[in-house]
């Protein structure tokens, strides 16, 4: 995130640093190969190269790649003089002045994030729900086929919901099941499915038109996942009807925390549909 314009020469590393706009370690890497300091300042070896003593910086003979390169750096640095001026540094940012909110701007703003994170995040659920549908939008919740790529042995590795001798998957289990989707649609939740996690999210989305269409999404995953865990830790087998109360009682309770201007609508949906 930072580089040099070299004037002295002596707070910037030849091989390591970006000065003048090359990083010559990368740019010449076999020579680099053969580099005795790869740490030396840009002063030290300049001056070294000036007095001809190739021997000083490295390793010799040269394998004739290293060589070739050698003779390209030397045609380089032919052209810079150093001057009796500290070297000037600056940041990716064109500035000085190094700051955290720019460093880590820079660090995530080419990664692409679905909106899916923002509208998780944003949400009015508890953290321990937003926790739990963050690992679901990374897939790191342990379904059974997540356990079986683990090695950890079960007798059995279907869905335990539907009992249609299909493997519990992700994708599956929240929104291909006839448990889940039945789930769904008492709550005029229309079956979408699609072989993407966020294309359905997306569909969902679409199809709610609610403002907190993310906490309903939230707490009906919840629900089931919930079901599912209390048959297979506690050996209870619960209903449409019951997934349904659970997801009602968990809804319930945001009208607490969701802004003053979704409270009525948020409790008129709920009237409606559960």
């Given at each position: 995130m930072a580089s040099v314009t070299i004037m002295d020469g002596y707070t910037s590393f030849f091989w390591s640093d970006i000065w003048n706009g090359r990083l010559f370690s990368s740019q010449f890497p076999e020579l680099f190969s053969f580099a005795k300091d790869k740490h030396i300042s840009v002063q030290t070896f300049i001056s070294m190269l000036a007095i001809e003593e190739p021997d000083e910086l490295f390793h010799l003979p040269l394998s004739t790649q290293a060589y070739g390169q050698f003779q390209q750096l030397n045609s380089i640095i032919a052209n810079i003089t150093l001057q009796?001026?500290?070297d000037v540094w600056s940041y990716i940012w064109n500035s000085n002045i190094f700051t955290s909110s720019k460093a880590y701007l820079n660090l995530i703003s080419t990664r692409q994030v679905h909106s899916a994170f923002k509208w998780l995040w944003k949400s009015s659920c508890q953290a321990k729900r937003k926790f739990?549908?963050?690992?679901?939008?990374?897939?790191?919740?342990?379904?059974?086929?997540?356990?079986?790529?683990?090695?950890?042995?079960?007798?059995c590795y279907d869905c335990v919901l539907c009992h249609l001798c299909t493997e519990e998957r992700l994708m599956h289990l929240f929104f291909s099941c006839p448990f889940s989707m039945s789930c769904k649609n008492t709550l005029g939740l229309a079956p979408m499915i699609f072989d993407d996690l966020f294309q359905t999210l997306s569909a969902f989305k679409l199809h709610l038109q609610q403002p907190f269409f993310m906490e309903i999404i939230i707490y009906i995953c919840w629900a089931i996942w919930s079901a599912r865990n209390d048959n297979i830790f506690?050996?209870?087998?619960?209903?449409?009807?019951?997934?349904?109360?659970?997801?009602?009682?968990?809804?319930t309770q945001i009208k607490f925390r969701v802004s003053n201007n979704l409270k009525t609508p948020l409790a008129q949906w709920i009237e409606h549909y559960v």
């Open positions: 009796a001026r500290n739990f549908f963050w690992l679901l939008l990374q897939d790191r919740l342990s379904t059974r086929d997540i356990l079986k790529w683990r090695n950890m042995e079960l007798q506690r050996g209870l087998q619960h209903s449409i009807a019951s997934c349904k109360a659970s997801f009602r009682r968990e809804l």
